[in-house]
């Protein structure tokens, strides 16, 4: 068996499990992911699996969370003063919103508690700090 090398497109169906067996994403019923090996485009843990496997060949992975999306980070949780708040955006926990870094990357964030003074934002992915188990079909 040899190695995919980086660079080489890859195609997978997979399906992505919590270690309490929740399944929060699979690619079942829908086009296979594709990616390029060495890109970037998906977790470290995926790319690391798939580069040992064959066309037509499946197994199941478990990723760390090291691998994955990383530990949940208490500085990605942030309080912001409601006046600060775009009038145009609903405050309602679960409210997905995008924020822009002062260097103009956006990254999306979740509303999690709202207080009379103040919203709470969660930036960290929401697989963050959990290991994920994948089921893996090379195509």
């Known amino acids: 068996m040899s190695k995919v090398e980086d660079g080489t497109k890859v195609k997978v169906h ?12 699979t690619s079942k019923d829908k ?9 970037g485009e998906v977790i470290k843990g995926i790319e690391d699996a798939v580069r040992e496997m064959e066309p037509g060949e499946e197994k199941e992975v478990t990723i760390s969370k090291e691998d994955a999306y990383g530990e949940r980070r208490k ?29 103009g990357q956006e990254f999306p964030a979740i509303i999690v508690d709202i207080k009379d003074e103040t919203v709470t934002l969660d930036a960290n992915h929401p697989l963050a700090g959990e290991d994920l188990n994948f089921e893996i079909k090379r195509i």
Request: no cysteine.
């Open 31 to 39: 086009e296979p992911l594709q990616f390029t090996m060495g890109q």
């Open 14 to 25: 997979y399906t992505g499990k919590l270690n309490d067996g929740t399944v929060f994403d």
């Open 75 to 103: 500085d990605m949780v942030i309080d912001v003063p409601k006046d600060k708040f775009p009038d145009e955006i609903p405050q309602s926990v679960g409210q997905q919103l995008m924020l822009r870094h002062p260097e």
